[in-house]
Structure formats: structure tokens, C-alpha cells
């Protein structure tokens, strides 16, 4: 079974801080992705990535900076968080063809107050 | 703007009824058409999906309706169960990009309640 882990689950964070989300897939998948879920909106990407190396912006990524050191791992960066940052963050990875989908860890939930 | 839209947003029905989900989308290039399954406090999980060269997707009480004239699809959940009380998302990929990169475009999502 494929398996995507994100950490941590829950973080509280103040504004202007750094916040850093990890993930980790063992599906050895090239492509990987963040996304946020806000009620109303369903869920948009931020960031995603071909592979070890790369990172390419999504569709709201403004606020956001994603780091792919490994093929395993893949990092939302949130330099200066903001409240509007608040919601709940899931990373997922993905092969095309094949079963064609993308698999997504449990979620992180973030609070920026 | 929302790229793909879902409707209603929520949706209550008696065990053993058929929910119908209903999904539409702009971007004409579309042509990957997964459907999502989510609990609460889980990530999502893929239920079924169709492609555009297709207008019906069955796969045991889950059924995908697909119009590409219309640009419309619809996910049936017949024999509803309570076990299917989740949020359903309709998702979109195609053209160029999303087809190297696999990027999906999300709907809001519908919430089923199946109530027995």
C-alpha cells in the first residue's frame, strides 16, 4: 500500500514566523505535491515537484517556498506566515499511468495567530 | 477562478437511495477525470475516475456519468450505505502541462450524509 507520512500534524504558529511542513512518501513516486483545503474552495496546489531537485509553482503559491532534497521528501516552507495561512495542508504523491493517482498523507493542521 | 464546480454542496440521503454528484468544468483540454473520497481527519483517497474517451465509468455501486459536449459528469452512489458518508471531490487534469506534471484541478466538494 502506498504511504505518504507528513509532519508535524498539528502546529501552532505566530505570525511572522517560519513554519517548515514535511513529508515523506516510500512509493518512490517522481511526482509529489502540496496542497491547502479551505472549506469552500476544496483543494488548491501550492507547489509540486518532477523530482529530487525540482520544485514548480502551482496554482496559489504566493506566501509559499516548497524544497524536494530527496526523492522521499518534500517541504512546504512558509517564511513569514500569515492568518490567512491558516488551514489544513496535505502533501500527496503521484505516478502517471498505471493506477494514475496521486496518494495523500493523513494532513497537517496549521494555526497562524 | 473555479475551474471545476461541484453542486450541491452538501447532500443527505436514506440508506439504500442513490446520491447523485454532480460536477462540471470549463477548460476543454480535460480529459482525466478522478473522483476522490474523503473522512474526516484522513487525506483523500481516489473512489474512481474516467477518461474523456469514455461516458460511463462502473466500478460496484459507484458510477461515473460522463457528457463531453456538455462539459458535465456525475458521480451515482447507488444502495447509499452510511459507511459512504464522506466528502467527494470531482477533479480534472489534461492539456500539456497536466499531463506531464499530473496536476489535478480540485472541485469544492459535495458532503454526503447517509443517514439509515
Known amino acids: 500500500e502506498a504511504a505518504v507520512t507528513q509532519s508535524p500534524r498539528n502546529k501552532v504558529a505566530v505570525t511572522g514566523g517560519k513554519v517548515t511542513l514535511s513529508c515523506n512518501q516510500t512509493?518512490?513516486?517522481?511526482?509529489m505535491y502540496w496542497y491547502r483545503q479551505d472549506t469552500g474552495h476544496g483543494l488548491r496546489l501550492i507547489h509540486y515537484?518532477?523530482?529530487?531537485?525540482?520544485?514548480e509553482k502551482g496554482d496559489i503559491p504566493d506566501g509559499y517556498k516548497a524544497s524536494r532534497p530527496s526523492q522521499e521528501n518534500f517541504s512546504l516552507i512558509l517564511e513569514l506566515a500569515t492568518p490567512s495561512q491558516t488551514s489544513v495542508y496535505f502533501c500527496?504523491?503521484?505516478?502517471?499511468?498505471?493506477?494514475?493517482?496521486?496518494?495523500f498523507g493523513p494532513g497537517t493542521r496549521l494555526l497562524v495567530l | 477562478q473555479q475551474q471545476v464546480r461541484q453542486s450541491p454542496q452538501s447532500l443527505t440521503v436514506w440508506e439504500g437511495e442513490t446520491a447523485i454528484l454532480n460536477c462540471s468544468y470549463e477548460?476543454?483540454?480535460?480529459?482525466?477525470f478522478p473522483w476522490y473520497q474523503q473522512f474526516p481527519g484522513e487525506g483523500p483517497a481516489l473512489l474512481i475516475s474516467?477518461?474523456?474517451?469514455?461516458d460511463k465509468k462502473e466500478d460496484g455501486r459507484f458510477t461515473i456519468f460522463f457528457n463531453k459536449r456538455e462539459k458535465k459528469l456525475s458521480l451515482h452512489i447507488t444502495d447509499s450505505q452510511p459507511g459512504d458518508s464522506a466528502t467527494y471531490f470531482c477533479?480534472?487534469?489534461?492539456?500539456?502541462?497536466?499531463?506531464?506534471?499530473?496536476?489535478?484541478?480540485f472541485g469544492e466538494g459535495t458532503q454526503v450524509t447517509v443517514i439509515s
Open positions: 500527496a504523491s503521484g505516478e502517471l499511468g498505471g493506477r494514475d493517482t496521486q496518494y
Open positions: 512509493n518512490n513516486h517522481n511526482n
Open positions: 515537484s518532477y523530482g529530487a531537485g525540482s520544485t
Open positions: 477548460d476543454s483540454t480535460f480529459n482525466y
Open positions: 474516467i477518461r474523456s474517451v469514455s
Open positions: 477533479a480534472a487534469r489534461g492539456g500539456w502541462a497536466g499531463g506531464l506534471s499530473g496536476k489535478l484541478t
